[in-house]
């Protein structure tokens, strides 16, 4: 379990996961660790991505395998290279499922199985998100690997004026957004309320985040969101699979990708990327 999140506000997008990962070797616990990292930075574009799900293919991490990618980015073939004044931000997300899926999760789990039972263990997802150039306004994509297939999808467009997307452990940023619990839905529909009403009134409850929130107060309204998450989890029965410290970037139009909060494992003049 993890817990990744993307907030777009007027002024551009924060970016920001919990640390922990957690594995299993044959279907059963092994371990947690606290030290994942799962925010990327995407050097010399005003891009990032977060990752969740399956964190390695071929026995390397998923940060690890990022600057093989960031790489073939800056320096690879003419297919691969893009152009700092010249792309989009699904170009970016192209180059993600070329590398990411197409040559190595493929390689690892073989051609996408035509079954509606899909292995969720084997789900490994991307939200990237950022700034194209030509565009004043930010953008998310979601990418998804999984045995049936890769779904490619915006799902922040750039004229939105805010919007917010996480996963992992939804259920404390669910009530913290929109005030209910993800199960009040069916509880209300089992005790007899038409789903259209029970929808109606769910969708009642006023909004906390606004596309007028600075950018500071979004980074730390998504810190606070992946904290509230940490301690939801610390207390909930089961073992402990989203945990601090918290990386944030915050990215905008001219400024760029910015680490706001980034643990740091050598010193910090070499946590450049």
């Known amino acids: 379990m993890t817990i990744v999140v993307a907030l777009k506000v007027g002024d551009g997008l924060v970016l920001g996961a919990d640390s922990a990962s957690t594995l299993f070797t044959e279907g059963q616990y092994h371990n947690s660790y606290f030290n994942t990292e799962k925010l990327i930075h995407i050097d010399g574009f005003?891009?990032?991505?977060?990752?969740?799900?399956?964190?390695?293919?071929?026995?390397?991490?998923?940060?690890?395998?990022?600057?093989?990618?960031?790489?073939?980015?800056?320096?690879?073939?003419?297919?691969w290279k893009l152009d700092s004044e010249n792309f989009s931000v699904g170009d970016i997300v192209?180059?993600?499922?070329?590398?990411?899926?197409?040559?190595?999760?493929?390689?690892?789990?073989?051609?996408?199985?035509?079954?509606?039972?899909?292995?969720?263990?084997?789900?490994?997802?991307?939200?990237?998100?950022g700034f194209s150039s030509q565009n004043d306004s930010s953008e998310v994509w979601r990418l998804l690997l999984t045995s049936q297939g890769c779904q490619v999808v915006k799902i922040i467009d750039a004229e939105a004026p805010w919007d917010c997307v996480w996963e992992g452990s939804r259920e404390p940023i669910q009530r913290i957004l929109f005030g209910f619990s993800s199960q009040m839905m069916q509880r209300l529909i089992d005790a007899g309320i038409p789903e259209e009403t029970a929808n109606r009134l769910l969708a009642s409850v006023d909004p906390l985040v606004n596309g007028a929130m600075p950018i500071q107060d979004a980074v730390d309204f998504v810190d606070y969101l992946i904290s509230v998450?940490?301690?939801?989890?610390?207390?909930?029965?089961?073992?402990?699979?989203?945990?601090k410290p918290i990386d944030i970037a915050a990215i905008t139009k001219y400024n760029g990708f910015k680490w706001v909060a980034r643990k740091h494992y050598y010193p910090a003049n070499l946590n450049k990327r």
Do not use: W
């Open 229 to 243: 998450t940490c301690g939801y989890v610390r207390f909930a029965p089961g073992h402990v699979t989203v945990a």
């Open 94 to 129: 192209d180059r993600f499922k070329r590398y990411y899926y197409d040559e190595l999760y493929v390689q690892e789990f073989g051609d996408p199985v035509n079954s509606e039972d899909e292995d969720l263990s084997n789900v490994m997802g991307f939200f990237i998100g």
């Open 46 to 79: 005003p891009v990032g991505a977060i990752t969740f799900g399956l964190g390695a293919l071929k026995n390397r991490s998923v940060s690890s395998l990022a600057n093989d990618l960031r790489h073939r980015l800056k320096n690879g073939s003419e297919e």
